[in-house]
């Protein structure tokens, strides 16, 4: 099973249109430039790294690229069973999944990124990753802070961006580095992405949302605010407002499209930020990049069986064995076992009765009804027969409803 994934602002680089010139799908640039009154040729060819880092210009590159991409791979055959963005990707998930004509999507993106531009230039703020912590310990450094900083990327395991001013930025990496960060990465861009401070380009972006016509999906989009499925054209408009303002949930989107049954994530688009997510997110699930025409030969080579001359594993993720265990409610997961148990990936032999329900750990063997934790006050329970792989939320992480919290491994279909 085939997902899509398109990455964001951040991922553009100064010529990376030149790889592109001489295909086919080369011609989609003139459309959408057409639909944007922009000269995207320039933008994509000639543009200097400083000029294509305005967030104005940036999202508008790095969308238009990951659509000519996206037509390439189109172009052989190929359609995904289910599509993601990060951040402005979100957009181009929405096209790809037919949610969105190319035109409409072009038309949301220029104003996307010129009311972004706009916050952030009577407000600047800036970004920073943090390598090495944990979700809530992020979210501590943050409130410990006092000031103006925020969680705005739930990137992947370990990796967690924040976002605010200077000041707060500052505060809340003395913070992180207390709570075991390993390392602080400056984010080089001039905004608070998906904070509060995003709040006048909210209300721009909500009167273009409230004139653009959304088509229901073709194939399942899986959304940043909240990482669940949503199949109705009326909930786009206001997810992507709500976008600006809220932190993406990016690893929660990738543990989506795995417990949907994705056996292989595609990036399309510049970079290869995304297909690294994967692999330290979903490490069973093979990643693949396509940002030049090269690439398209080794997706070609994973659709078609063989990856650098080795076939490509046969397992349960080809069937229907595999499921996961979402959280009913929203609140505080908390596992039923020790923490150091968190930290086991690997399948083990069974070492709980099934039914049993306590000291649930990787290997153990769950029936039906197994309690594997609690959010809040009430129960998680297993509604599947199989033993437990992995958990996909760790000890005191705040989850929305609908998140899978634990990976469990049926026994039909082997």
């Known amino acids: 099973m085939l997902a899509f994934t398109f990455p964001g602002q951040g991922s553009q680089r100064s010529g990376m249109g030149h790889a592109w010139v001489e295909h086919p799908s080369w011609e989609v640039v003139a459309e959408a430039g057409e639909v944007a009154g922009r000269d995207l ?5 000639d543009a200097p790294m400083d000029e294509l880092t305005r967030t104005a210009n940036a999202q508008l590159a790095t969308f238009v690229t990951s659509l000519v991409v996206l037509d390439a791979v189109e172009r052989l055959g190929l359609a995904p069973a289910a599509c993601a963005g990060h951040s402005l990707g979100e957009y181009t998930a929405l096209v ?8 409409d999507g072009t038309e949301l993106v220029v104003e996307r990124g010129d009311a972004m531009q706009a916050a952030a230039d009577a407000r600047p703020g800036t970004m920073a990753a ?3 912590i944990a979700d809530d310990d992020a979210e501590a450094a943050c409130q410990r802070a006092e000031s103006d900083v925020w969680v705005a990327n739930y990137n992947a395991p370990g990796q967690v961006v924040i976002a605010g001013t200077a000041e707060g930025i500052a ?8 709570l075991g ?7 080089p861009v001039s905004g608070a992405f998906h904070t509060p401070m995003m709040l006048p380009a909210r209300d721009r972006l909500r009167a273009r949302l409230a004139v653009t016509t959304f088509h229901a999906p073709e194939v399942p989009v899986v959304a940043n605010v909240d990482a669940r499925v949503h199949t109705d054209a009326g909930e786009w408009p206001g997810l992507l407002s709500s976008q600006l303002c809220s932190p993406v949930r990016w690893r929660h989107c990738l543990e989506t499209l795995h417990g949907r049954g994705a056996t292989t994530v595609v990036e399309l688009g510049p970079g290869g930020v995304l297909a690294g997510m994967v692999r330290r997110t979903v490490p069973d699930v093979r990643a693949v990049s396509v940002a030049v025409p090269a690439d398209l030969d080794k997706l070609m080579d994973v659709v078609a069986g063989t990856d650098d001359g080795q076939p490509v594993p046969q397992g ?14 929203p609140g505080v997961f908390e596992p039923d076992v020790g923490l150091a148990a968190l930290e086991a990936t690997a399948l083990a032999e069974a070492s709980a009765a099934p039914g049993s ?10 029936a039906v009804g197994d309690r594997v934790g609690t959010v809040g006050p009430t129960d998680v329970r297993t509604p599947f027969e199989g033993v437990l792989v992995r958990w996909l939320a760790v000890r005191g992480e705040r989850v929305v409803e609908g998140q899978p919290v634990a990976w469990i491994r049926t026994g039909g279909g082997a």
């Open 96 to 103: 790809a999944a037919g949610a969105l004509s190319l035109a």
């Open 130 to 132: 943090l390598l090495g």
């Open 171 to 178: 505060a809340a990496t003395v913070h992180a580095k207390e």
């Open 41 to 45: 040729t320039a933008l994509l060819l």
């Open 181 to 187: 960060a390993r390392k602080v990465l400056p984010v």
């Open 357 to 366: 329900g306590a000291g649930v750990t990787p290997g153990s063997v769950l």
């Open 316 to 329: 349960e993720h080809l069937y229907t064995s595999e499921r996961v265990v979402v959280s009913p409610s």
